[in-house]
């Protein structure tokens, strides 16, 4: 299939372009450059089914809304504001394509960030990259900035995506034995939601910049490995004193499950972050722990948080 | 493998970001914004190894090397200038990642578009998708812009990729009978080169745009279908008077084989584009026919060309 009859297929789903731009239909997408003062983000993840995204499990429409989700995430981590997308699509027939666009373009569409090129490949396995600009007023929240004192929080429970992917499995097995009725109970819909539609905390990063976040990351493979990664990039250790668990997951799902996509980030002692979030309709970020000196130091309530082993563990 | 064992390997290949911009390492990369009076161009354009290139005929490196220029051309076509690169790679042994890189980077360097971030994923098919930026001063060339009379102009013979690819699976044959010595003449080099290391033709597209070409687009697919997309978009038929043939390619080869990444583009018959091409160094294109007013005219020397049929005959 070429890109004509890609546009003819998805026309009546693409967005169409403002005047003066370009989306689609040209060698490159061409968009409006706005003022000086703003920073340029750029983000590019790939879903690779079987590997990201189970297609037994989950529809083909929410590999389409993760792989737009996961990039709009990179972007609210930034504490910026999503611009435009572009997709390329490698190993999926002409037929099921509309129906993986309907969830790209249905998060495309939630969040502001028109899909305005890309291309579309054979292959035999279906693979979705996805890249985004975006746009930070004045500087970005690097994972760089956090120091030893400073509190860290999360924007939301962890373990709720990790524990909806256990669901459907446990879900799968029973349908195969016989055994129970195949429904779920609303807790345990709530978490396959998680799983298969995570939501990008693109408010909670703007509000968490506004406020004065040091350094800033989001959840995609488990609180201990994310975390990890920004102590180290900012050159501290961490002491948590809490995990926030989401109803019907275990601890172990939050340290460990990846796909939240909530955002941790650090601020200083002084700040109270709750009042901004809450004049915004937001739930107030919760309290983590706090960053410490010693870089070796990775401890939950005092004991090491063994990082190596979670995602194994699962 | 995660970001920070790529980086650990990628390192020394990596270029350093300069002050005030971040690449890799964090969410989505940082890179400073320009003034207004120019406009963002964004591509993204995906390699999957035994559909775009045969990895059994060219080295992991000329995939890295094609994977970059194709969306370097993207940009050349539209007269602009490329600026950050982001690359995804799915499907790709850690050991061999060096290699690819190696391609990609040599080419990133060659034309000043820097790979300011990316990602890694699993797969059982190595699938390389590559984003591009770039800053266009005013409006770019578009493919919408001819108009009938005007003059359709080529940056170089074309054929040449398509010929390559040719004398390579001649020599695999060969190899595999134990017939002749496997060499290469100096020609067939020059052919295979065009295959494995095709070039995209930035400076040429900037001097296209500069002398006020009407419409513009690489030949990536084959003259044929491109100059037919051109013609599609901008409401126009066009009447080839020569197709220049690159040495040792065929005509068939010329009008129908891919990947040669030449730009075709279209002036007012007014227009003489060699000076501006040889003020700077530059061969100066050549003509290939003109526009005409009959949308259903796709002519070369007065008899239809067969689009859809191109592709199938090679």
């Given at each position: 299939m070429d890109e004509n009859e890609a546009l003819e297929l998805l026309g009546h789903l693409l967005p169409a372009a403002p005047p003066g731009e370009v989306w689609w239909g040209d060698d490159a997408a061409v968009v409006a450059v706005p003022g000086e003062g703003r920073q340029l983000l750029l983000a590019l993840d790939t879903v690779v089914a079987g590997v990201d995204a189970d297609l037994t499990l989950s529809r083909l429409s929410d590999l389409g809304w993760k792989a737009m989700a996961v990039n709009l995430s990179d972007i609210a981590a930034m504490g910026g504001t999503p611009a435009h997308a572009l997709v390329s699509v490698a190993g999926l027939g002409a037929s099921s394509l509309p129906e993986l666009y309907e969830g790209l373009l249905e998060a495309s569409t939630r969040y502001g960030c028109p899909v305005v090129g890309g291309d579309l490949s054979s292959g035999e396995q279906l693979v979705v990259s996805v890249a985004v600009t975006g746009w930070s007023e004045g500087h970005p929240v690097l994972r760089s900035g956090a120091s030893p004192d400073d509190i860290i929080w999360v924007t939301s429970p962890l373990g709720a995506a990790a524990a909806g992917l256990r669901c459907l499995r446990e879900r799968a097995a029973m349908d195969c034995t016989g055994a129970g009725d195949g429904q779920l109970s609303r807790e345990q819909e709530a978490l396959v939601s998680a799983h298969a539609r995570p939501v990008p905390a693109l408010a909670e990063g703007s509000v968490a910049k506004n406020v004065g976040a040091t350094a800033m990351i989001d959840v995609s493979d488990g609180l201990a490995t994310d975390l990890s990664r920004l102590a180290r990039s900012s050159g501290v250790g961490f002491e948590l004193a809490e995990v926030p668990v989401a109803p019907g997951a275990t601890l172990l799902e939050a340290l460990g499950g990846g796909d939240d996509y909530a955002l941790v980030f650090t601020l200083p002692p002084s700040v109270v972050p709750a009042p901004a979030f809450e004049a915004v309709g937001l739930r107030p970020p919760m309290l983590l722990g706090a960053c410490v000196a010693d870089t070796g130091r990775h401890h939950l309530r005092g004991a090491p948080?063994?990082?190596?082993?979670w995602e194994h563990t699962l």
């Open positions: 948080l063994e990082v190596a082993g």
